[in-house]
């Protein structure tokens, strides 16, 4: 898969193979509807339900060479910037430190955006999976099998520090307009490092680090 970022859009294209295919949940018949109104997703490919895959899509219709199918405003991305531009997140990581991280502040704002959407991208949020196959969520007897290799230690880890994480940041009992569950921080955590794109940038255009990250609604 190749990426790319552009005033205005991030677009992005990769090539499919012909699979087996189920009916589209009614979740991703409407971001289907609302994709290809935008343009976002191009006429020429639709959404799929792909057997053992999960959600993809299908060329219907000759693509030229350099033919964008798949693109997103770059205002319909959700990052740090925006992140944080939401009171409810601002609120609060404004006094952590350190920092929170990007992805920490992403996933925020995945779980405040759940509770109340952008129109723009209420179609998107709805078609989200519901789980996904993240060491965050894996039982103790799940990382059993892994044993004494690196990768158990690393996801002991990464669990310790997702439940450290969560308790600095809801550290106050005050009411929040969302759910403020460590499983719903875990999935929105495992939605951002699932579905989000890396790519080297610039101040002032990007955090600490040099790397810009960024979700592409439709394009993740």
């Given at each position: 898969?190749?990426?790319?970022?552009?005033?205005?859009?991030?677009?992005?294209?990769t090539?499919?193979?012909?699979?087996a295919?189920?009916?589209?949940?009614?979740?991703?018949?409407?971001?289907?509807?609302?994709?290809?109104?935008?343009?976002?997703?191009?006429l020429?490919?639709?959404?799929a339900?792909?057997?053992?895959?999960?959600?993809?899509?299908l060329?219907?219709?000759?693509?030229d060479a350099?033919?964008?199918?798949?693109?997103?405003?770059?205002a319909a991305?959700?990052?740090?910037?925006?992140?944080?531009?939401?009171?409810?997140?601002?609120l609060?990581?404004r006094?952590?430190?350190?920092?929170?991280?990007?992805?920490?502040?992403?996933?925020?704002?995945?779980?405040v955006?759940?509770?109340?959407?952008?129109?723009?991208?209420?179609?998107?949020?709805?078609a989200?999976?519901?789980?996904?196959?993240?060491?965050?969520?894996w039982?103790?007897?799940?990382?059993?099998?892994?044993?004494?290799?690196?990768?158990?230690?690393?996801?002991?880890?990464?669990?310790?520090?997702?439940?450290?994480?969560?308790?600095?940041?809801?550290a106050?009992?005050?009411?929040?307009?969302f759910?403020?569950?460590?499983?719903?921080f875990?999935?929105?955590?495992?939605?951002?490092?699932?579905?989000?794109?890396?790519?080297?940038?610039?101040?002032?255009?990007?955090?600490?680090?040099?790397?810009?990250?960024?979700?592409?609604?439709?394009?993740?």
């Open positions: 898969m190749w990426v790319w970022c552009s005033t205005g859009l991030l677009a992005c294209s090539a499919v193979a012909e699979v295919e189920m009916a589209l949940p009614p979740a991703a018949v409407s971001l289907q509807e609302e994709a290809h109104s935008a343009r976002w997703l191009s020429k490919v639709q959404l339900t792909l057997r053992n895959r999960g959600m993809g899509v060329v219907r219709k000759p693509v350099g033919e964008v199918v798949v693109q997103a405003p770059a991305c959700i990052t740090h910037a925006r992140a944080i531009r939401d009171e409810t997140v601002d609060l990581v006094d952590l430190h350190p920092p929170a991280e990007p992805h920490v502040t992403i996933a925020l704002w995945m779980m955006a759940r509770a109340s959407p952008p129109p723009e991208l209420r179609a998107w949020l709805a989200l999976p519901t789980h996904f196959d993240c060491t965050l969520d039982s103790e007897a799940e990382l059993a099998e892994l044993q004494a290799s690196s990768a158990r230690e690393r996801a002991g880890v990464l669990q310790r520090w997702a439940a450290t994480e969560w308790r600095r940041i809801f106050s009992s005050r009411p929040l307009p759910d403020t569950s460590f499983a719903h875990q999935w929105a955590l495992c939605a951002v490092w699932s579905r989000s794109f890396q790519m080297p940038c610039a101040p002032p255009h990007c955090h600490e680090g040099g790397v810009w990250r960024g979700v592409a609604p439709v394009g993740d």
